[in-house]
């Protein structure tokens, strides 16, 4: 099976992150948290484009 790369040499699924991962870092931003995406980035150490 062949995967398409990325200009980094990452393959689409290579790319994700774990769904657990994605929802915790989301609610961080939802209420009653309201956190700003780049408090939550650079907790996680994420990029804000990556938080959005």
Avoid: C, F, I
């Amino acid at each position: 099976m062949l995967h398409s790369l990325n200009k980094v040499g990452l393959t689409v699924d290579q790319m994700k992150y774990p769904k657990q991962r994605r929802e915790a870092v989301l609610k961080k931003l939802l209420p009653p948290n309201n956190r700003t995406v780049a408090e939550v980035a650079q907790e996680e150490g994420l990029s804000e484009a990556t938080v959005y």
